[in-house]
Structure formats: C-alpha cells, structure tokens
C-alpha cells in the first residue's frame, strides 16, 4: 500500500479565500504530481516536481502554484478561489522507474 | 507528445464473466512502462497491473491480466470471473523514460458489473 496523504479529503469554501492543499508521501519519491480531475471524468495534470526546489506546470492551465521545499511535501495553493476551481485534486508520486501512486484526493467545492 | 487512447468510453459485464478492455497508445519510443489503474467511485485510484515495454510475457495479477501488443501499441486489460467490486473507472497510463518520466493517461473506461 501507497503511503501518500492529501488533507483536507473535503473542503467547501468561498469565493476569494485564499486555499492549500496539502500532500505528503513517506516513500522518499523524488517525483511528485498534482492533477485535477472531475468525477468520473479524465485527469489533467496541472504541476508536478522531479526533486526539492523544481516545479513545473503541467498541462491545464491552471491559477494554482506549488512549491516542494521538502522532498516529501507538495502543497498546492490557490491565492484567490473561484466557483470555477470547484473538482477534485489528487497528488501522486513515483520513483525513478515504475508507476504513480496516488492519495485519496481532495474534493474541493467553491462557493 | 505520447497519446493513449481507450476507445470504449464504458463497459458493461456480467457477474463471474470475462471482460476485456481496450487501450492503445501511440509512440516512438522503445523503452517505456505501461499501467493500468482503477479508480471506485469516490474512491482513492490504486494501481491494478503493470507492464515493462522490454519484457514479453504478459502481465498477470490474479484475475487481471493484460494483452500488451507492442508492434501494435495495444495493451489491454482482461478481468476474468468479474466480481461487483471491479466496477470502477479504469485507466490507462503510458510512462516515458525518456520525456522527462511523464505520465499520460487515457481518458478511462467507466465499467459495470451487472448482477
């Protein structure tokens, strides 16, 4: 079993707040990932990190930021939250070879 | 960019039947990992099977297993005696060595287990 934790696992907040998602793996994975998903429905990758002090922005386009000062923590932060943020976040991590394992997610609703 | 595609965007079997669902993939590279993922409703996406390019003998893990096709670029999934807790999204992801160790994922296959 993966060890990778996303908090909170539900949020409903208002518009304009200011949020951070946070995700945390104990496998010592260099490469961590944040993807969007809405439910049912394909992922999008919106950032991901292959160590401390990289990130870079994945395909959606996306109004969060990340930053992984740690190798085990990714958070991801949306400064201003709007209606249209509202789905799902999953993080994962992965190793040099071999797959992603993915938290429980965070389903986030916008007010 | 590598493309992965499920065509079948849902499925439907019967309890204790056989069902295979259908991922193709689209890539010059020679060395890369394939993967199959399933993701319960509200569920946390766990991985079902894997399958490195350079080994020939198809991946089984219980009653999963695949069909990995490389001159085809076609992999596959077999689920044999379906139980009611393999209903679920099931994606497919195509890992590159080379482009910087992305992950690309099909759009998924949404399956039914019909009691």
């Known amino acids: 079993e993966a060890d990778i934790y996303q908090t909170p696992r539900y949020l409903v907040i208002g518009t304009g707040k200011k949020i951070t998602l946070e995700c945390s793996q104990t496998?010592?994975?260099?490469?961590m990932y944040w993807y969007q998903q809405d439910p049912g429905m394909e992922l999008h990758l919106i950032h991901y990190?292959?160590?401390?002090?990289?990130?870079e922005k994945g395909d959606l386009s996306s109004e969060s930021t990340v930053s992984r000062i740690r190798t085990e923590h990714f958070p991801l932060t949306l400064e201003s939250a709007r209606p249209s943020h509202t789905s799902q976040y999953l993080c994962?991590?992965?190793?040099?070879?071999?797959?992603?394992?993915f938290g429980p997610g965070t389903r986030l609703t916008v007010t | 960019a590598q493309t992965v595609t499920q065509s079948q965007p849902e499925m439907s079997v019967q309890e204790a039947e056989t069902v295979t669902l259908s991922c193709t993939y689209d890539t010059s590279e020679s060395d890369y990992y394939l993967f199959w993922y399933k993701q319960p409703p509200s569920r946390q996406m766990i991985l079902v099977i894997r399958?490195?390019?350079?080994?020939?003998q198809n991946a089984t893990e219980n009653r999963f297993s695949v069909n990995f096709q490389k001159a085809a670029k076609s992999f596959s999934l077999k689920i044999s005696d379906s139980q009611l807790g393999d209903a679920a999204m099931y994606f497919c992801a195509y890992r590159s060595p080379l482009t910087g160790n992305q992950f690309y994922f099909g759009t998924g296959t949404s399956l039914t287990v019909i009691p």
């Open positions: 990190s292959y160590g401390v002090n990289s990130t």
């Open positions: 994962a991590s992965s190793a040099l070879r071999g797959p992603q394992y």
């Open positions: 496998m010592g994975h260099d490469k």
């Open positions: 399958q490195e390019a350079y080994k020939q």
